[in-house]
């Protein structure tokens, strides 16, 4: 019997970015399509099969420790951009500044999609949802080198709504535009 459950909830690809070195700058250039691949975006900052662990994972390894990279992807999404934005006062957000992978629209409450969802495209390959991308204080100073002020107001802004983390279980190619569909695991809600 699947684990994973075929959600009628379609959404669509509508901006893809790439990230070559985020210490050097955060901000992502758009791209119109994209190779998935088990390590990741080929050039991409968070690419990798492994990474070295990170303030997320701190109450589990010291910090640097080398673990499973399932950090690969920032996916958001269009409609709580559009909420980030407002909140910060902007008519549009534009999601380079946020060092955004992929931008999906068209689906409900997307930072609370269950870790271990599966987001699939049109070409067969697919991600899986890690976790929910807690937002921080590092993408002000890009959103203020554009829009002065408005990125002091973006970690308030973006609680609840910084998207998720994801990783590629099956490789292909997406473009913007792409259709993806929804799959969510087949259990009742944790209940301790």
């Not at 998935?36 to 975006?41: E, H, K, N, S």
């Not at 990783?167 to 929804?182: K, N, Y």
Request: proline share 8%.
């Amino acid at each position: 019997m699947p684990a994973l459950k075929p959600t009628d909830i379609y959404g669509e690809v509508v901006w893809i970015g790439h990230v070559p070195d985020r210490t050097a700058n955060l901000r992502s250039s758009p791209q119109t399509q994209a190779q998935l691949t088990f390590a990741g975006i080929p050039g991409e900052s968070h690419g990798g099969l492994t990474r070295p662990a990170c303030v997320r994972v701190r109450s589990q390894y010291p910090k640097g420790t080398e673990i499973r990279n399932v950090r690969q992807l920032s996916v958001m999404s269009a409609e709580e951009l559009a909420e980030i934005a407002a909140d910060c006062g902007l008519d549009a957000f534009d999601p380079a500044h946020i060092g955004a992978s992929l931008v999906i629209s068209g689906i409900p409450d997307f930072t609370h999609l269950p870790p271990s969802s599966r987001l699939q495209f049109a070409d067969g390959s697919a991600i899986v949802v890690d976790m929910e991308n807690r937002p921080c204080h590092l993408p002000a100073k890009v959103i203020n080198q554009d829009v002065p002020g408005a990125g002091d107001h973006f970690k308030a802004a973006a609680q609840g709504k910084r998207g998720v983390t994801a990783w590629i279980e099956r490789e292909g190619r997406i473009t913007v535009g792409d259709g993806v569909r929804l799959h969510v695991p087949d259990q009742r809600a944790w209940r301790p």
